[in-house]
């Protein structure tokens, strides 16, 4: 959405001086940090941060963070849609490289939905592909990625399998966008938890036009469910309604995040849609990148590693919440 000289010069006028620094780091949602490059910002820059400035995580930190994520996102659909994941050359850098665990492609019943699947894969790629490019040899490797038990242990926690089965997220179209909200929501959470810190209004205008991104798929994922009339394929699945099912998977990675509620199904209490879950402003709500990790990491207590990154990720910022 921004072009790589536009944000590589932002990212080299960050470095000009420690208070150009320090603005920057408040901005870097800029560049498509995915699903929650930004959210970092809330937990190690907010404004009970910033008397210390020192302490804040350098610019290459965050974007390594974000790019984490990337890689989980963009393995997740690039095997959704071709059965194969990302290049070998797209996955090395600094840190522990490691394998992804799972993932084949899924038969999609409807053209429209591997539309969206393909288009959604080919941007997380691009993601991916800019951070990189941007971090240079500071950019960290793929850490290890499990595809597999990690959506077993999420939907058993919501209460879609029983005990002794499992998810499997590429079984058919109705997992895979069960799956795929799984994701998605978190990252626009992320990004408007980053909104507070950014103070040069270029670069909120950057991250904004990025959360907006973030919110089209989310919102393409929830209508996809909404819309979806036929009931749950995968084996050992109970239940026929996509809809309930993703109440449940929203109780599910709420339990997770804290006490606050930050998460809604795409219906509400009434079973009317819920295609854009806000608070009783009409807000969208904000995730701290401690409880993006204590989603991703499937756990409500501090961790450094576990669910879909069962070696953790690779970088400075690695730990989840300790209040969650």
Do not use: W
């Not at 849609?81 to 019943?109: D, H, I």
């Not at 036009?209 to 089209?216: D, K, Q």
């Amino acid at each position: 959405m921004f072009g790589k000289d536009f944000v590589g010069k932002m990212i080299n006028r960050s470095a000009e001086n420690e208070p150009d620094r320090r603005t920057f780091l408040r901005a870097a949602g800029v560049g498509s940090l995915g699903v929650v490059g930004a959210g970092a910002l809330s937990t190690l820059g907010g404004p009970s941060a910033s008397a210390a400035p020192a302490a804040a995580p350098s610019d290459g930190a965050v974007l390594n963070f974000a790019l984490n994520l990337e890689y989980l996102e963009a393995q997740f659909y690039s095997f959704a849609v071709s059965g194969k994941g990302l290049p070998e050359a797209l996955t090395t850098g600094t840190g522990n490289q490691g394998p992804v665990t799972g993932g084949r492609a899924v038969r999609f019943a409807s053209k429209r939905v591997r539309q969206y699947a393909e288009e959604i894969a080919s941007d997380e790629r691009q993601h991916v592909e800019f951070l990189r490019r941007e971090l240079g040899a500071a950019a960290v490797s793929q850490p290890a990625i499990d595809l597999q038990s990690s959506f077993t242990a999420a939907a058993q926690a919501a209460g879609l399998v029983r005990a002794g089965h499992s998810f499997d997220a590429f079984a058919c179209e109705e997992n895979f966008l069960l799956a795929a909200y799984l994701f998605e929501d978190v990252g626009v959470t992320a990004y408007k938890g980053a909104a507070p810190l950014i103070t040069n209004k270029t670069y909120l205008e950057a991250a904004a036009g990025i959360l907006a991104v973030e919110a089209y798929h989310a919102g393409n994922i929830r209508s996809a469910i909404l819309e979806k009339e036929t009931g749950l394929l995968g084996t050992g699945l109970f239940g026929r309604d996509l809809k309930e099912a993703s109440v449940k998977l929203s109780d599910a990675r709420d339990s997770l995040d804290g006490s606050a509620d930050l998460d809604q199904g795409v219906i509400d209490g009434n079973g009317r849609a819920n295609i854009v879950p806000t608070d009783n402003n009409g807000i969208a709500y904000s995730r701290t990148a401690g409880q993006v990790l204590n989603v991703v990491y499937l756990t409500n207590t501090q961790a450094t590693s576990g669910g879909f990154f069962p070696n953790g990720v690779n970088g400075e910022i690695n730990s989840s919440d300790n209040n969650a």
